[in-house]
């Protein structure tokens, strides 16, 4: 618990940091552009962290059924050119 609470403190503490520089007039215009600039993609970091959540739960599905069936027919390999639609045997040139 108390390394939980101290990486929190530590993101705390370089926030402040990040923040004390609005003070200085050479820097306080790049904090604000950074600060606008997070503001203005929050939709989008949004959608990229559900998007990244996503492929996340899929590789655990198929990670899960790996480790219950340890045949070598059971990898990321058959899956993923059964997924794309060709075989190992298909060639890439015709």
């Known amino acids: 618990m108390l390394v939980q609470i101290t990486s929190v403190q530590s993101l705390h503490m370089w926030y402040r940091f ?8 050479n820097t306080a215009i790049y904090i604000k552009m950074i600060s606008e600039t997070i503001y203005d993609i929050k939709n989008f970091l949004l959608i990229l962290q559900i998007v990244l959540c996503a492929f996340g739960n899929a590789l655990l599905i198929v ?3 790996q480790r219950q069936t340890p045949d070598v027919e059971a990898t990321y390999q058959p899956l993923i ?4 639609g060709y075989d190992i045997t298909d060639s ?3």
Do not use: C, G, V
Not at 19 to 24: P, S
Not at 81 to 84: D, G, I, K
């Open 63 to 65: 990670d899960r059924y």
């Open 81 to 84: 050119t059964y997924t794309l």
């Open 18 to 25: 990040y923040r004390w520089f609005r003070l200085f007039p």
């Open 92 to 94: 890439w040139i015709s």
